[in-house]
């Protein structure tokens, strides 16, 4: 079983849509929970990251992580065409274990105007 | 906004040969890291480094790997005789905390080995 599970998509939607993305994982000893956002051949930009359950809100982004089902989820409300990219969750243990991130495989995600 | 640089862009390399990978973290960060990401893959860890030596590596950095910081900017990763299966782009990124949640990455550089 993977670590980190992510549906790869794509994923194409209307201008002004609400997107869900989400990430499952298997490893217990995750404590921080972060998504980036990649564009074709750039590196990984932070967009939120959070270490509890419960929903953090950050404009138009709402991450929300749900430790009991391991399962985490970023909400983007009133999508734009630049938020078309490849959305990846990554995970770390923190204090636990180091800080290595792990990801997932990136959600490609294209907004339609 | 401060950023993460990291240079060349691109490189190309025949098999065999050593590359040195240069990256320039962001100047109140302690925490430095190299990963990797195969074309069309996810990314991978390779490893962290912290206090001048490395606090975590994975099993993909083997021998032919190192790192280094040989001034008070630089951070480096050298691949010492290289595969076509390191062909990859290769990120760099830094961070104030050791938790890791606030990791920043470079824009990478793209390796291609012949």
């Known amino acids: 079983q993977k670590e980190v599970e992510q549906d790869p998509g794509p994923l194409s939607v209307p201008e002004g849509a609400i997107v869900s993305l989400n990430c499952t994982y298997s490893?217990?000893?995750?404590?921080?929970f972060m998504w980036y956002r990649q564009y074709s051949r750039k590196g990984p930009e932070l967009l939120m990251y959070?270490?509890?359950?419960g929903n953090k809100e950050d404009g138009r982004f709402t991450a929300q992580v749900d430790k009991s089902s391991k399962y985490i989820s970023l909400f983007i409300r009133d999508s734009q065409p630049s938020d078309s990219a490849t959305y990846l969750c990554?995970?770390?243990?923190?204090?636990?274990?180091?800080?290595?991130?792990?990801f997932g495989e990136g959600t490609q995600l294209t907004v339609n105007p | 906004e401060p950023e993460v640089t990291q240079t060349p862009s691109h490189q190309v390399t025949q098999m065999g040969q050593e590359v040195i990978l240069r990256c320039v973290p962001i100047?109140?960060?302690?925490?430095f890291y190299w990963y990797r990401q195969i074309l069309g893959q996810k990314v991978e860890f390779l490893v962290s480094?912290?206090?001048?030596?490395?606090?975590?590596k994975s099993e993909i950095f083997d021998d032919q790997f190192s790192v280094e910081r040989p001034d008070g900017s630089n951070f480096t990763l050298k691949i010492r005789s290289t595969k076509l299966e390191d062909s990859a782009m290769y990120f760099c990124?830094?961070?104030?905390?050791?938790?890791?949640?606030?990791?920043?990455f470079g824009p990478g550089t793209r390796l291609l080995v012949l």
């Open positions: 990124a830094s961070s104030v905390t050791f938790r890791g949640e606030t990791q920043y």
């Open positions: 490893n217990s000893a995750f404590q921080y």
């Open positions: 959070t270490y509890s359950s």
């Open positions: 990554a995970m770390s243990a923190g204090e636990t274990s180091g800080s290595r991130l792990t």
């Open positions: 100047s109140n960060h302690l925490y």
């Open positions: 480094f912290y206090n001048n030596e490395i606090s975590e």
